[in-house]
């Protein structure tokens, strides 16, 4: 193609397919209190574009989605909305980080506005006590999976500084915005938010992001592989982990698509699970329901 080395179209890769282990371990733990109808709080900051789509995935899978619009007008604003956000957090089971491009990826990089945010003590006690003492579960998608990422929830499991030790997702090998739908292979049934599907299941999953390749040390990889944290790859049309693109479109390190904390309730990942519907990509093939929706909501029951 003429202009391939202005604007590639096959990212730079040393290798095209990578090996993957499957941890088909299953978390059955239940929270000590159940709920008829878990209540989920959909925090949408400025830049945020997935709240519906989430909160609709959500509303048919039998949860209560409260989107919550975080106000940054002026400096009393912020102080509001983060009493406000404490406050709804201490009254939902689920937090859901949807996808977007929170003040437009800037300063420095996609998801650090909604990190700062929740790095507020409030905040941060709020989320703490979610997790460590109402069994709470966390969702990220795309720039909510980004969030997480910076946050330490993933693969952590908690909110803690990190460093250049830490995974993170970065700039797309590829070096531009890619949106297209993916194959991804459930790698493992840790996670509550994996409940409904088994090791080996495929999916293809809507994908949009420029910053969404996974990277992290040979030593992180590892360990993650250990604890059955890798919870998602991309996969080729034979179900192979790759590196390749088109099958793997941002060029993440051992083809992850998704990770999870330590004992999988937190759950980060770059496809757009929530965007399928009746009428969506009806001229693409593949199974589109990942039912994570579905299973976050039942763990509460």
Not at 164 to 174: A, Q, R, S, V, W
Not at 230 to 259: C, H, K, L, R, W
Request: proline share 5%.
């Amino acid at each position: 193609m003429p202009l391939e080395k202005v604007f590639p179209t096959k990212a730079i890769v040393e290798n095209t397919k990578v090996e993957y282990v499957d941890y088909e371990v299953r978390n059955n733990s239940k929270p000590s209190i159940r709920f008829a109808k878990p209540r989920v709080l959909i925090p949408t900051f400025p830049g945020t574009n997935c709240e519906y789509d989430t909160a609709r995935a959500f509303e048919r899978a039998g949860a209560e989605p409260h989107i919550m619009i975080f106000n940054n007008l002026s400096s009393y604003d912020i102080g509001e909305s983060i009493n406000i956000m404490a406050e709804k957090i201490n009254n939902s089971q689920i937090i859901a980080l949807p996808g977007g491009f929170s003040a437009g990826d800037e300063p420095d990089g996609s998801g650090k506005f909604i990190a700062a945010v929740f790095r507020n003590p409030r905040i941060k006690e709020a989320v703490t006590d979610l997790l460590e003492s109402r069994d709470g579960l966390i969702l990220g998608i795309c720039n909510g999976f980004q969030a997480l990422i910076k946050l330490g929830l993933v693969p952590y499991g908690e909110i803690r500084d990190i460093d250049e030790k830490c995974p993170t997702l970065t700039y797309n090998k590829i070096g531009r915005h890619i949106s297209r739908m993916v194959r991804t292979r459930v790698s493992s049934t840790l996670s509550p938010w994996l409940r409904s599907v088994e090791t080996g299941d495929i999916h293809t999953i809507a994908m949009s992001h420029g910053e969404g390749r996974f990277a992290a040390s040979e030593e992180v990889i590892k360990h993650l592989l250990i604890n059955g944290q890798i919870a998602t790859q991309y996969v080729d049309d034979f179900g192979n982990a790759s590196m390749q693109m088109p099958y793997n479109p941002n060029g993440s390190d051992y083809a992850i698509e998704g990770i999870t904390s330590p004992d999988g309730r937190v759950f980060g990942k770059m496809g757009h699970s929530e965007r399928i519907g009746q009428d969506i990509a009806k001229n693409i093939s593949g199974n589109k329901n990942q039912k994570i929706f579905e299973a976050g909501v039942r763990y509460f029951k």
